[in-house]
């Protein structure tokens, strides 16, 4: 077997073509359809019996089969449509939720079975914003009644054996005393780069910039394993957090922009480990429910460093995410609404530093340094045995953040690590950092990308095993104090920034962008 399910031996050891419109109902494989009624508890779900055989044992070639939905999320019991295409005569839908089941980190809750299928083709990037959309018609409409809320990643087998994953999230009716899980679907669209365009290049690769997509429509496979940015970034934190039995609530991104009140009552939000790209209306949310004493927790770095609406497509409703980047002033709003112009959140013609909410600012890639506690005594930092000056290999990286001095920089603001690091040949730091805010709410920012990656304990990157112990240890009381509610009324951040003086020349404190 290849793809996530074999490298996750180590994982948290010790941390707590077909018809249109072709209904599948019923469920005949693994753990049997969830009954319809209450949803079970995340502890009564994961005792349920897990699948281990969720991952993709081969991937076959690059068009062999992929598909995607007509939606990134579902409420319970509602359906949606599969567009697959395949090289084979057929393939076979499997849905698995993703969470803990006694370390399988899965469960089977629905199987088709055999769906005639056939090639679909690949549509040419269109109109001025060069914008490629499948535009495929569907292959099956798949019900979701019992289908308890959560992660889901829908396996599809072609005839062959091929297979590629379709991400979907069955979202929570309700966030009101939960730690909300938040899928960042807006960064997964920004990367993908199927159909030979994303938000980054165009069929050139890394320097085709200037052929890149000024709009990516959610109406087409992802690349990869048809789920990279979930797999790598997201689906260890949700591990953890079902493991633990915490009482959660899962969103994704358009979720939240849609409707805003969606947060209200909800005890944290949890940002996981890659959310780049966020409305205007998502950041407003999220900020409100910080005020009003939900806490937050940015597990990654780079978070909110792009502000991009969401436009109707022919697929649908909010199918579109527009950034427009360093061709701001292209876009049709600039100088009629500039608040709304799609750029670097920092970046005229209407800067607004993600800082403000974050904690830290996005400083550049690519760098790899060691990851150094400063504050061992943090109750982050309970039961793990660091010192002042422990580090952990290569933890840091690709991307990091740094706190700076600016006026808007959150107040009081507690920087926890603080790493030395060299980045494209200058010197700065990366920092993880807390901050509380008069409502009572805490944040956190690991400030490096690989956090989320580190849980696995799979070595990557470079970062050792061990390491694992950790940042699922840091992570589990992070989760637990969060979901309990205003997190700064009993831990308020004890504010040391003065104690991290910037250096002359010191490109953050300076205002200098590295990337």
Not at 477 to 483: C, D, E, H, K, T
Request: charge should be positive; include cysteine; charged fraction near 20%.
């Amino acid at each position: 077997m290849t793809g996530p399910a074999m490298n996750r031996r180590h994982f948290l050891g010790t941390a707590a073509g077909a018809g249109a419109g072709a209904l599948v109902a019923g469920c005949t494989a693994g753990g049997g359809r969830t009954p319809a009624g209450p949803a079970p508890t995340v502890a009564a779900e994961n005792e349920r019996p897990g699948d281990r055989d969720w991952g993709l044992r081969r991937r076959g070639g690059d068009r062999a089969v992929e598909g995607y939905a007509d939606r990134p999320a579902v409420r319970p019991g509602e359906a949606f449509r599969l567009h697959v295409s395949t090289t084979a005569g057929g393939f076979r839908a499997e849905a698995f939720r993703m969470g803990w089941y006694g370390g399988a980190q899965a469960r089977l809750v629905w199987a088709s079975g055999r769906i005639p299928g056939g090639p679909r083709p690949v549509a040419p990037a269109t109109g001025p914003t060069r914008t490629v959309a499948a535009g495929w018609p569907p292959s099956l409409e798949v019900s979701t009644l019992g289908w308890p809320e959560g992660a889901y990643l829908i396996r599809l087998t072609a005839d062959s054996g091929a297979q590629r994953y379709v991400p979907l999230t069955v979202r929570s009716r309700t966030t009101a005393g939960r730690l909300v899980l938040v899928n960042a679907v807006a960064t997964w669209q920004a990367y993908n780069t199927w159909g030979g365009h994303s938000l980054y290049h165009g069929p050139g690769g890394k320097g085709d910039y200037t052929a890149r997509s000024l709009a990516v429509s959610c109406d087409r496979p992802y690349d990869g394993d048809g789920a990279p940015l979930f797999t790598t970034y997201e689906q260890p934190a949700v591990a953890l957090a079902e493991r633990l039995g915490l009482p959660l609530a899962y969103l994704t991104t358009m979720d939240i922009d849609r409707e805003p009140d969606i947060l209200r009552g909800a005890h944290g939000v949890v940002s996981l480990g890659h959310d780049e790209y966020w409305t205007p209306a998502l950041r407003r949310a999220v900020t409100a429910a910080r005020d009003a004493g939900t806490n937050v927790a940015f597990l990654g770095a780079n978070a909110c460093f792009r502000r991009i609406r969401l436009e109707n497509s022919a697929g649908g409703d909010r199918r579109l995410v527009v950034c427009y980047k360093t061709d701001a002033a292209r876009d049709p709003l600039y100088g009629r609404d500039d608040a709304a112009v799609t750029t670097d959140w920092r970046a005229p013609p209407h800067p607004d530093p993600e800082h403000s909410l974050t904690g830290t600012l996005y400083e550049a890639n690519p760098a790899t340094a060691d990851y150094v506690v400063t504050e061992p005594d943090h109750w982050l930092f309970e039961g793990t045995g660091v010192r002042r000056g422990t580090a952990f290999r290569n933890l840091v990286g690709t991307e990091y953040d740094r706190v700076n001095g600016g006026a808007t920089t959150p107040r009081p603001i507690e920087v926890v690590a603080h790493s030395r690091l060299v980045c494209r040949g200058v010197r700065s730091y990366a920092d993880s950092a807390y901050y509380t805010t008069p409502g009572g709410a805490g944040v956190f920012n690991t400030g490096t990308m690989r956090w989320v990656e580190s849980l696995t304990g799979d070595g990557g990157h470079g970062i050792p095993p061990d390491t694992a112990r950790f940042t699922g240890r840091v992570t589990a009381s992070l989760f637990r104090v969060f979901a309990a509610g205003p997190a700064g009324r009993s831990r308020p951040a004890a504010d040391n920034l003065d104690a991290h003086r910037p250096y002359e020349g010191d490109p953050v404190w300076s205002g200098r962008d590295l990337w």
